[in-house]
């Protein structure tokens, strides 16, 4: 048997006190006095040896009671509890302390972040001085991707602050295991103190190991409630003067309580725009909508935002939105550009329009433009299937309109590469189409719903569109045949539309209806919202389209409304501009992007919300799910180590004997009442 806390036996010598009380007090003999001899009728008849019975056995239950009671403060244990934590000789120790939003949890002994650096002190110093020591946090950092000697580790473990990065288990061990690459088949210990959030243990993507062990250290808490603005969509993603764009947001009630009655506040440049108010059932997820009027060119920043204490980071939602006064749009033509198209789209305001030929086409212009029309193109030449492919994964536009010159095999390489479809020969047939998308935006906005006396296209001769099993088409208008006459599909951050006629009287009529007007219309349009409105901190790059590279660094990310200004590693591919912000970004908000003397683009960065669900695993949950997933080299560690002789051990025992110590106690007072009561 060995004693967590040894030096609480010194206290044993208090069992000096009840030996020197029978010795002195119980001996002692009590004179009476009385005058009527019938008192003797009351006195118990009480031999001399059940006198001194009675005062040993309450001296033997009171000693009793002070040993173990000692005993229960000294904790003791078996020697068979004893988990050797390390070996002998040098030992290389790599201790992660989870330092996520979610630690930043108030408990009655401080935050769950103070337990954990405690608790990491703690287990440092039960090892030996001339130990190596590596610490790994939630940032990454890379200055502790090193081992370093017990005096650094302890300071590094006091300066750990709460940072906006949540990694899940399995990136944080695989991380601490890539330290021990060079130093295999030495003493070595990894260890993780976290509270283990339900969102962040992913057991099962854990690996076993049985040269390496992990241990978990657990820092439990009380379930604490929280709501969180989870996400943000827009639903009429139109972004253009005088336009109306509708945002879908998502809450969730992470707590057990319903809530009634919950303010969200809609701010645009810092005014309030609305405010409105959603109810939620307990572990709730719902949406709600807003609209907001685009009432002038150019960035607009704003943020949702609710009240809820005492976890806020996930309160606010911030997003960026670019109106465009003038959207860019190039048609791409072999000879004359078609009639209907520049009927439509000349003269109107809203379009800045390009019309090249394809055998003088300036490849530049792909990548400053939202829309290209590929008008009755006979021929795609290779290098211009490689700028479309480039510039419409970057987040570029494009209407295929098909000829009766037109040399299928190109334009099919390119469709085949991007949407896993092809055009098949003319086929000759009168038929009409009779199937509209209407849920989908480019129409949701012009039908409320379909008038049932829509003039809907007749057909003469069409290119049928054929999807292999790996294309991710929809339709957006049908023919009776259930032949596509409209489709899309998505390519990275872009789109292509393929029609299956050019526009031209001599296949159909729909350039002569209003659903043509719509259908166009609506494209281009949509394609002016190709930013992302918001990224979160977690990502590694934000990408910004319709940059030109003519910006030379350094560029400065400064926050709206602060001092906060930094230097991002920016890298400029086609007009496309790359911006990583690595770790140093720790802030969620609004931010400008900038030279000196000229802004260039506006951004919004918001954290992650991973952390906004606080449920966590108790120990026992761990260990069942390690032996659940039959995971060795993993184990949880209940908070009790010692060290003896130099070696660092883990107490396992399921009842500490110490509750057992406590137990007796009880008993032995309870013991000590019945004798003093039964031996009047």
Not at 143 to 170: G, H, K, Q, T
Not at 373 to 388: F, R
Not at 424 to 436: A, L, T
Request: glycine residues 4%.
């Amino acid at each position: 048997m060995f004693f967590t806390n040894p030096a609480i036996l010194w206290a044993l010598f208090a069992i000096l006190i009840p030996i020197a009380i029978h010795l002195f007090y119980f001996r002692k003999f009590k004179k009476t006095y009385f005058s009527n001899v019938k008192l003797l009728q009351n006195i118990q008849n009480q031999t001399q040896n059940q006198s001194k019975l009675k005062h040993l056995l309450v001296l033997f239950c009171r000693i009793l009671t002070i040993i173990f009671l000692v005993f229960a403060f000294a904790q003791p244990n078996p020697k068979t509890a004893l988990q050797p934590l390390v070996g002998e000789g040098v030992n290389y120790v790599s201790v992660v302390i989870d330092n996520s939003f979610s630690m930043g949890t108030n408990t009655d002994r401080g935050t769950l972040l103070d337990q954990a650096r405690q608790k990491a002190r703690e287990l440092v110093s039960k090892f030996k001085p001339t130990d190596r020591f590596a610490l790994i946090t939630q940032d990454f950092w890379d200055d502790n991707r090193r081992f370093v000697s017990m005096e650094e580790v302890l300071y590094a473990i006091n300066m750990v602050d709460i940072v906006p990065f949540s990694n899940s288990l399995s990136e944080l061990v695989a991380r601490q295991k890539s330290l021990y690459q060079n130093i295999l088949g030495r003493n070595a210990a990894l260890f993780v103190i976290s509270d283990f959030q339900r969102t962040m243990v992913d057991i099962e993507n854990l690996v076993s190991d049985t040269i390496l062990q992990t241990w978990l250290l657990p820092i439990q808490s009380q379930m604490v409630n929280n709501i969180s603005i989870d996400s943000l969509s827009i639903e009429t993603p139109i972004f253009q003067v005088g336009g109306e764009i509708e945002f879908q947001i998502w809450l969730t009630n992470h707590g057990e309580q319903s809530l009634q009655e919950m303010p969200v506040r809609l701010l645009v440049n810092n005014n309030i725009v609305s405010v409105g108010n959603v109810n939620f059932e307990p572990r709730q997820t719902k949406s709600i909508r807003r609209k907001l009027t685009l009432q002038q060119a150019g960035y607009l920043q704003g943020w949702f935002e609710i009240s809820d204490y005492p976890i806020t980071f996930d309160d606010r939602l911030y997003f960026t939105l670019n109106v465009l006064e003038e959207i860019p749009v190039l048609i791409i033509t072999e000879d004359t550009p078609n009639q209907f198209l520049m009927r439509l789209l000349a003269n109107d305001p809203s379009f800045d329009l390009t019309v090249q030929p394809v055998r003088n086409l300036d490849f530049s212009m792909l990548h400053r433009v939202n829309f290209v029309i590929l008008d009755e193109i006979k021929t795609l030449s290779s290098g211009l299937q490689t700028e479309l492919q480039t510039a419409i994964e970057a987040g570029l536009n494009i209407l295929i309109l098909p000829g009766e010159q037109t040399d299928l095999i190109s334009i099919n390489n390119l469709t085949q590469q991007l949407l896993g479809a092809e055009y098949r020969q003319i086929e000759k047939s009168q038929i009409g189409v009779d199937v509209i998308l209407s849920d989908h935006p480019i129409y949701r906005s012009a039908f409320v719903r379909i008038p049932e006396n829509l003039l809907l296209p007749e057909i003469q001769k069409y290119f049928p569109i054929q999807g292999s099993a790996r294309s991710n088409l929809q339709h957006l208008l049908r023919l009776s045949n259930r032949d596509p006459f409209l489709s899309f599909g998505n390519v990275g951050k872009g789109r292509v539309y393929l029609s299956a006629v050019p526009f031209d009287n001599a296949f159909s009529n729909f350039q002569n209806q209003p659903l043509f007007v719509v259908s166009v219309l609506n494209m281009i349009l949509q394609s002016a919202s190709n930013e992302q409105v918001y990224h979160l901190l977690v990502q590694q790059e934000a990408i910004i389209p319709n940059v030109g590279a003519g910006h030379v660094p350094p560029l400065f990310l400064q926050r709206e409304s602060s001092d906060f200004e930094m230097i991002p590693q920016v890298r400029f591919r086609g007009s496309q501009l790359f911006i990583n912000t690595f770790s140093s970004l720790s802030e969620a908000g609004n931010y400008i992007l900038r030279t000196r003397n000229e802004e260039i683009a506006r951004l919004s960065y918001n954290f992650d919300r991973r952390e906004s669900d606080l449920r966590t695993y108790s120990q026992a949950e761990l260990e069942h799910l390690i032996g659940q997933h039959h995971l060795s080299g993993f184990s949880v560690l209940r908070n009790d180590f010692i060290s003896v002789d130099g070696t660092l051990f883990a107490i396992s025992t399921r009842i500490p004997w110490w509750k057992w110590c406590l137990l007796l106690v009880l008993l032995l007072l309870l013991a000590e009442a019945v004798i003093l009561r039964l031996f009047r």
